[in-house]
């Protein structure tokens, strides 16, 4: 069998973004509006920094605003929640994202739900998830629409596909599975206490998986030609690396590429269309709260 189509997450993800750009380009010049995007990050945990950093990034790449709010690890929640609520009541934020996690004194929870909805880019607010089960217009969580634009690239109509979902969190796992229902796939959510998991994914034309265990998804878990998305991030550790780490999926590539139809490889998959959509859903929200039609 012919090895599995590599599903380039970047090439999608820059497509994605330039057309955000041009989105951008419109708004401002026929509406006079720039969409704004305003990070809040709690602590000095390098792995947020870094992903707020290029979050950052992206947005002024896109001609939009981006401000990063950057406050001391032993903030309390009030502070935190002061923010919030300065951020919800500035009209020029149409997004506010606070990177996960939060020290352990702020209450996670009461922050996501104190964002305003309209304005919950990362759609965690319970009002956005209650949106999304039933249908109507939310904000949706980034990676799974990522995974989801991809998804549509690679197999056009998803009507009918037994669809997989490995791991059942709120920010990716629970998501995931409500946007492959909504395109009318037949969907099993796994978990760790799943039985016989490799069974339940050779059923499978499309699999998800979002764990957090490098490697974990065998090639004789796929069924020959099924589509394979892999979210998880984990270092591993590689001797032969200058940095003696390197990144992995949950998904064993090599392996699952001899029998997959097309797979997204780790890094370059998931992990870039996630910004992207953030951007997607940062234009969304500027366009929603201004009143304005979203440029084709
Ligand atoms: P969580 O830890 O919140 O959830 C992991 C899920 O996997 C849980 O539902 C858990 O089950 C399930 N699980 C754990 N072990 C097993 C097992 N042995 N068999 C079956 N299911 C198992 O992780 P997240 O959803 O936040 O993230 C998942 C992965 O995706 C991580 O590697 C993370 O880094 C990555 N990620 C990548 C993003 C990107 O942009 N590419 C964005 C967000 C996350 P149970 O509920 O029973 O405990």
């Not at 989801?148 to 037994?162: A, S, W």
């Amino acid at each position: 069998m012919s090895e599995a189509t590599r599903i380039d997450g970047k090439a999608f993800a820059a497509d994605l973004r330039a057309e955000i750009g041009r989105k951008v380009a419109v708004l401002k010049e026929k509406h006079g509006l720039t969409p704004g995007l305003s990070v809040v990050l709690v602590g000095e945990d390098p792995a947020s920094e870094v992903y707020v950093r290029n979050k950052g990034k992206a947005t002024l790449e896109a001609g939009m605003k981006s401000d990063t709010y950057t406050m001391p690890e032993d903030s309390s929640h009030d502070d935190v929640m002061a923010k919030v609520e300065e951020l919800n009541a500035d009209p020029s934020v149409h997004g506010i994202l606070v990177q996960l996690p939060l020290p352990d004194q702020v209450d996670s929870d009461a922050i996501i739900n104190a964002i305003n909805p309209d304005k919950d880019v990362d759609g965690f607010h319970t009002l956005n998830v209650g949106r999304l089960n039933s249908g109507q217009d939310a904000m949706v969580p980034c990676t799974p629409v990522g995974c989801m634009v991809m998804l549509k690239e690679v197999i056009g109509d998803l009507t009918g596909k037994q669809a997989i979902v490995v791991g059942r969190s709120n920010i990716v796992g629970k998501p995931m599975a409500a946007l492959l229902l909504k395109e009318h796939c037949t969907v099993t959510i796994a978990h760790s206490r799943t039985k016989d998991l490799p069974a339940e994914c050779r059923r499978a034309d499309i699999v998800i998986a979002a764990v957090g265990r490098a490697k974990m998804v065998k090639g004789d878990w796929i069924k020959p030609g099924a589509v394979v998305i892999d979210v998880g991030i984990n270092r591993i550790e590689d001797a032969s690396t200058k940095s003696g780490t390197r990144l992995v999926g949950d998904v064993d590539y090599d392996d699952a590429a001899k029998v997959a139809g097309a797979i997204t490889p780790v890094p370059g998959g998931v992990g870039p269309m996630t910004i992207a959509c953030l951007l997607k859903n940062t234009v969304t929200a500027a366009c929603r709260q201004a009143g304005v039609p979203e440029p084709e």
